[in-house]
């Protein structure tokens, strides 16, 4: 499925955001936030520079992801609840739109009190890319997961509180993340493949849904949401979706909203009872029991 994660009904957040978000939405994040190679010293040397374009209304695209990096958003001193989210941007695995499903979302988890890790990932279907989204899109995620654990001590973190969200093709990644855990490589030479890649909990976002999922009562806690205006694979396949998880015994929570399409992610112009989304996926967190650190 090629899914893009645009705008077809926006809908959202605007008093739920902080003026932190708002700024984001001019500012180019990667100038304010540390960015951490997720290969180094393997994929970076040597490759064609990523390429960046903007929209009219200033939002940053990119595309040609050779390097593919985390961009570090973390709480405030003092604010922090220990847990964490890898941020998966959209995009139809052709680009990958950065604003509304990434540095927005990132700003709005880290002024709420959870670090978030906004993720570039190699790309599956633009024009001559030689990747596939189960092959390295997915190590891509597999592996920010494993960095973020790493480095869990460094960033004040629980490392059995972190979990994915991804939008659109993003969501894809995120439901792959969550359904494919691969194990540790206790064995390797490099001490993050020695960590487990398997998220806490996923939020899929409008995700375009991948065959073949298979969950069990342990699978990771999932929030679910999407618009009911969308493609009939996703606005119906998500609760499809959910129905498979209940049965299977995982925890799902699911909000599927009338009037909205795809693509809606996190503006401060949106409007509507979807507007909620970002304060009710805080609760859900709570909810869950990821919000305060565990004994």
């Known amino acids: 499925m090629n899914v893009g994660g645009r705008a077809a009904n926006a809908v959202g ?21 540390p960015i951490i190679p997720l290969w180094p010293g393997q994929l970076a040397a040597g490759t064609d520079v990523e390429h960046i374009r903007l929209t ?22 003092g604010t922090a609840t220990g847990a964490a989210v890898v941020v998966i941007p959209g995009g139809g695995h052709t680009e990958l739109w950065m604003d509304h499903e990434g540095y927005n979302v990132a700003a709005f988890l880290a002024d709420h009190g959870i670090a978030a890790f906004v993720l570039k990932y190699r790309l599956a279907r633009e024009k001559g890319s030689r990747y596939q989204v189960e092959r390295e899109s997915l190590a891509d995620v597999q592996r920010a997961i494993r960095v973020v654990r790493s480095r ?43 960590l487990g890649s398997r998220p806490n909990f996923q939020a899929l976002l409008y995700p375009a849904i991948p065959q073949g999922l298979r969950f069990a009562p342990d699978s990771p806690p ?11 694979a996703i606005s119906q396949g998500l609760a499809e979706l959910y129905l498979a998880m209940r049965r299977a015994g995982a925890h799902a929570e699911l ?20 507007a909620a989304w970002p304060q009710r996926f805080l609760d859900w967190v709570k909810q869950e029991g990821f919000e305060q650190r565990r004994q």
């Open 152 to 194: 869990s001590a460094d960033w004040g973190l629980d490392p059995g509180r972190i979990g994915v969200m991804g939008f659109s093709a993003g969501g894809e990644l995120a439901a792959l993340a969550g359904s494919h855990n691969d194990a540790a490589a206790a064995g390797s030479s490099d001490p993050v493949e020695r």
């Open 56 to 77: 009219e209304s200033g939002e940053h695209i990119i595309s040609n992801v050779q390097a593919p990096s985390i961009t570090v958003y973390v709480p405030a001193p």
């Open 13 to 33: 957040c605007g008093r739920a955001l902080s003026a932190a978000v708002l700024l984001m939405g001019h500012t180019y994040a990667a100038d304010l936030h």
């Open 222 to 232: 999932a929030f679910l949401l999407a618009g009911a205006d969308d493609q009939p």
């Open 255 to 274: 909000h599927i909203y009338e009037g909205v399409g795809h693509g809606f992610g996190l503006r401060a112009g949106n409007v509507g009872a979807a």
